[in-house]
C-alpha cells in the first residue's frame, strides 16, 4: 500500500548537529503536515504546506527548525544545532486538498524517531 | 488558548464490552473533529471524524458523538476486541481550517 513514509524510522544523534528527516507523502496528496510527539502526549502541529508553500509554520519552536517541499511531493524537516529537547517523534500526514472537512484525512506515516544525546 | 484534554488517561474494558472515551474540548470556533488511534511504534491511524453540524456518526463498531453545549465528544467502540488496545486521541481544528490539534490521549487496554 502507497502510504506516508518516513526515512529514517529512527536517528541518533549528538548535540549540536544537524538533522534532516525526510518524508514521501501519499501520491498526489497536495498537502502535507509536520507534528512532533514527546513521550505520553498528543503529536504536536509544526508546519503544513500547501503544495511547495508552507501555508503555517506557526508551530515551529525556534529558528533551528526548517522544512522544504521544493517539488510539492516530498518533504524534509531540518533541525540544526540539535539540543536534548529536541528528542522525539517526528510525524508527517499528508492529505489530499488541506482543507480540514470529511472528505480531507490526514493520513501519518510511522514517525521518525530522534535521540539527542 | 487552544486545549483538547480528556477526561480519563487509562481505561480498562472487558473483551467483548463496550468502550467509551471522553473528550472536552475549549474553543468554540472548532468546527471538526477526529479521532485517532495509536498502536505503539505507530504513527495515529484514523478512525472518524465529525463536523459541528452533526451529533452524531456511525462508523464500524465505533460511533462518535458531539456535544456542543458542553464543548464534549466521545468515541463510541461496540464489541471491543484485543486488537482495539492502543491510545486514542481526540483532535479539533480549533481556528484553523487545516492544522488539528491533539489531546494528550486515553490508553485503552483489554482484559481477557
Known amino acids: 500500500g502507497a502510504g506516508v513514509s518516513q526515512t529514517p524510522s529512527n536517528k541518533v544523534t549528538e548535540k549540536g548537529k544537524y538533522v534532516e528527516l525526510r518524508c514521501d507523502p501519499i501520491?498526489?496528496?497536495?498537502?502535507l503536515y509536520w507534528y512532533r510527539q514527546s513521550l505520553g502526549q498528543g503529536p504536536e502541529f509544526l508546519i503544513y504546506?500547501?503544495?511547495?508553500?508552507?501555508?503555517?509554520d506557526s508551530g515551529l519552536p525556534n529558528d533551528r527548525f526548517f522544512a522544504v517541499r521544493p517539488e510539492g511531493s516530498v518533504s524534509t524537516l531540518k533541525i540544526q544545532r540539535t539540543e536534548r529537547g529536541d528528542s522525539a517523534v517526528y510525524l508527517c500526514?499528508?492529505?489530499?486538498?488541506?482543507?480540514?472537512?470529511?472528505?480531507?484525512?490526514?493520513?501519518f506515516g510511522p514517525g521518525t524517531r530522534l535521540t539527542v544525546l | 488558548g487552544e486545549s483538547v484534554g480528556l477526561h480519563l488517561p487509562t481505561l480498562s474494558v472487558q473483551e467483548g464490552d463496550n468502550s467509551i472515551i471522553n473528550c472536552a474540548y475549549s474553543?468554540?470556533?472548532?468546527?471538526?473533529f477526529i479521532w485517532y488511534k495509536q498502536e505503539s511504534g505507530k504513527g495515529p491511524q484514523f478512525i472518524i471524524d465529525?463536523?459541528?453540524?452533526?451529533d452524531k456518526r456511525q462508523g464500524q463498531r465505533v460511533t462518535v458523538l458531539l456535544n456542543k453545549t458542553v464543548k464534549h465528544l466521545s468515541l463510541q467502540i461496540a464489541a471491543t476486541q484485543p486488537g482495539d488496545s492502543a491510545v486514542y486521541f481526540c483532535?479539533?481544528?480549533?481556528?484553523?481550517?487545516?492544522?488539528?490539534?491533539f489531546g494528550s490521549g486515553t490508553r485503552l487496554s483489554i482484559r481477557p
Open positions: 500526514a499528508s492529505s489530499l486538498t488541506g482543507l480540514a472537512g470529511i472528505e480531507d484525512t490526514q493520513y
Open positions: 504546506f500547501q503544495g511547495t508553500g508552507a501555508a503555517d
Open positions: 501520491s498526489g496528496h497536495t498537502a
Open positions: 465529525i463536523r459541528s453540524n452533526m
Open positions: 483532535a479539533e481544528n480549533g481556528s484553523s481550517a487545516s492544522k488539528i490539534i
Open positions: 474553543n468554540s470556533a472548532s468546527d471538526y
